[in-house]
Each structure stands twice: as C-alpha cells, then as structure tokens.
C-alpha cells in the first residue's frame, strides 16, 4: 500500500466506527506503525530487579530491534543497541548475563557497560577506539520500570515521572520484584490487542472470574457508592485518592502517555487473587487494603494492575 493509499484511509475513517481492515492486515501499515507509533514511544523494558548488580544485563528484544539493558553502575541503568559496530553482529546472544565487559563473539571487540569500545584487536595506530560505541537510547527507571525509547528526541518523560509521583509513590515498586513471568502471544495485530484491553465491556462474560471480583467488569452505577468508599479510605491506607489520565490525544508529549486509575473490588474482595484474600504482605507504604485496585499506564502500550499487595 503506498504512503498516499494509507494517507487517503486514514482521512476517511469515520469516527467512532471499527478501523478499516487494512489497519489490521496491511504490511506496509504494521511498519508505518512500528515506524512512527513505536520508535517514537516510552516502552516498558523490564524491571531494575532483574539486574541487581552491576554488570548485568538481559535483552529487550522489540520488533526487529534488540536491546542489551545492562546495569552500568549501582546507580545507573543503560540501554545499549544490541549491534556490534564493526560488522552489525549481535553482541549479547544469550536472554540475560552477567559481564565486565560485553564482547562480540564474531571479531572479538569488546565495550564496556557504557557502550564504550575498549578492545579491538589488530587495528591499526591510526584507529581512534574512543569515536566507536554501542548505540545508546534513551532509557529512564519509573519507581524500578525502565522505560525505553528509540527515538533521538523522545516525548518528555519528566511530565510522566512529575503526573504520576504522589500516585505511585505509596506502592514503592523499585522494591518489588518478578515472581513470575507468562506469556500471551497473540495471533493477531497489536491494536486488536490495545482495542480489547481499553474496554471491559467484554470483561462479564468472557472473564468471569475476573468480574468476581472486579468493579469494572460491572456498569458504574453499580458500582458507584463503592467507588466513593475506596477513595474515602485511601488516605487512611497510605494511598492517593488522585486519578490522572493523559493517554493517547491527552498525552503531554507524543508517546509520553500515562494514566492512573482507581475502581473498586466487590463481594469484599480486596485484592486480584482468585478468593479476593490477601496473597503477600502490602506493598511499600500502604498501611491497609482500602478495596481498590489501580489501572496504571505508561507510554500507548504498557498497562498494570496494582493491588495494595502485588502488580500484574
Ligand atoms: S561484527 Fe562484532 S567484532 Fe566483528
Ligand atoms: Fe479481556
């Protein structure tokens, strides 16, 4: 499809209805998509958690792009472009690792934790070491997220970091860590994926363990009065009882999104597991469950549930 054929479809998309198919099966609009939605957005990568000590690093691996996210010292978390700049090998060919130094496996170079080439062998004199390293993207730790974003001049993360501090503070998630990691792949394009997830209409019948428990699996007015009561308690549980929500035409900058968003949990439930009952101790600074959960949001494609006592 060429540039004006996407053009011309875009325009005549009628609002508030379901995209034309082309937005869903077209090649060439998936890498419109990774082009100018993704490369140019905050990207959830991993959590600092998952490289504790220096030296280590995993694999961001997106699209056709991989990232070696490496711990670069005690206080500082790098986002390295995972090709070797002599030939364009990978460098890190493992999921994770640990190392002084990162060495291609092809020629041998080898750059340190910044991305710095330190060794190079048989090059001559004249070869300036010190012009030639990993590319380095832009990456920032959210309360222990690291984000990611490819492009050279990413939308402003600080208005994130500021619009969701009093919000997050209370969970302290950099002191969380993964205790378990799934997998969905998803036979379909990626905004089937978001469409679904930015809905719960869908929620009562096809997720009814899920609506056990959920508010938002029911309509408001149903819910309405819990509501009220969730935000009643939350200062007296450590939480706040703001909500923010800057997504998509609301972001302060072009793939600087984020959201956060209170509802309640029904039938007493007061926290995601599957009998309501608490699964771990509260997170952080949160003094009691106040029977709500959160929808938190950064960057178009990165969503999480918190509990008062663990995130999904
Ligand atoms: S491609 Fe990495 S050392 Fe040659
Ligand atoms: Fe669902």
Redesign the pocket.
């Given at each position: 499809m060429t540039e004006q054929e996407i053009r011309e479809l875009v325009a005549g998309q009628a609002e508030r209805q379901a995209l034309a198919s082309a937005f869903y099966r077209d090649p060439d609009i998936y890498e419109r998509d990774i082009d100018r939605i993704f490369m140019r957005s905050w990207l959830y990568a991993g959590h600092q958690s998952e490289i504790p000590e220096v030296g280590d690093w995993f694999l961001f691996e997106f699209a056709e792009e991989s990232v070696i996210i490496v711990r670069s010292a005690e206080d500082e978390i790098n986002a390295l472009l995972n090709v070797c700049r002599h030939r364009g090998s990978r460098v890190c060919v493992e999921q994770k690792g640990c190392s002084k130094l990162l060495r291609c496996r092809y020629h041998g170079w080898s750059y340190d934790l910044q991305g710095r080439l330190r060794a190079a062998a048989h090059m001559p004199d004249s070869f300036d070491r010190s012009s030639i390293g990993l590319k380095k993207i832009h990456a920032e730790v959210l309360d222990g997220l690291i984000f990611i974003n490819f492009a050279e001049e990413p939308g402003d993360f600080s208005s994130v970091r500021d619009g969701l501090a009093d919000c997050l503070r209370p969970y302290r998630l950099e002191d969380t860590k993964v205790a378990h990691r799934q997998s969905y792949p998803i036979a379909a394009n990626w905004k089937l994926a978001v469409e679904?997830?930015c809905e719960c209409y869908?929620?009562a019948p096809?997720?009814p363990e899920y609506s056990m428990g959920h508010g938002l699996a029911h309509e408001d007015s149903r819910t309405e009065e819990l509501y009220q009561k969730v935000m009643a308690r939350a200062g007296a549980c450590g939480l706040s009882d703001k909500a923010v929500n800057r997504m998509y035409l609301a972001a302060p900058a072009f793939g600087a999104d984020f959201a956060f968003e209170r509802y309640p949990l029904i039938r007493d439930h007061v926290t995601g597991s599957e009998d309501g009952k608490p699964l771990a101790p509260l997170l952080g600074d949160v003094k009691d469950y106040d029977g709500g959960a959160t929808d938190l949001q950064v960057g178009p494609v990165t969503y999480a549930l918190i509990y008062c006592d663990h995130v999904v």
């Open positions: 679904n997830y869908h929620c096809a997720h």
